[in-house]
């Protein structure tokens, strides 16, 4: 299994211990770029599938930030939205942390919908 693929698995198992069961698990992985009008925008063909964004994933592990941010955002157009952040400009660690989270209330108030947090364009 994959570092990337991993992490994910515990996504989800926290995401069901927390009983929160998201519409759909069919993951997209995101690497948003800061924020514009207080919302991620990324373009559709930077949604990723977990094995599109393995390779990637293993470069931001061994990129030296401290930490790396596996986040549930919501889901959009039936794929459950994870971002993958982290502090680009660092290079002091060999082994990041990495943490797990989400989804936002407010995406849990609106149905898992990502809308409030992420414009795909």
Do not use: Q
């Amino acid at each position: 299994m994959s570092a990337l693929s991993d992490h994910i698995e515990k996504l989800l198992s926290k995401l069901a211990s927390s009983r929160l069961h998201p519409p759909s698990l069919d993951v997209r992985i995101i690497e948003p770029h800061g924020l514009k009008d207080g919302k991620y925008h990324v373009r559709r063909e930077e949604l990723h599938t977990i094995s599109e964004y393995e390779t990637r994933f293993d470069e931001v592990l061994r990129s030296g930030s401290s930490w790396v941010n596996v986040h549930c955002e919501g889901t959009y157009d039936n794929y459950l939205i994870v971002s993958v952040t982290f502090n680009s400009k660092e290079r002091c660690v060999d082994t990041p942390s990495v943490m797990i989270g989400g989804p936002a209330r407010i995406v849990l108030d609106r149905g898992w919908s990502s809308d409030p947090l992420l414009v795909v364009e």
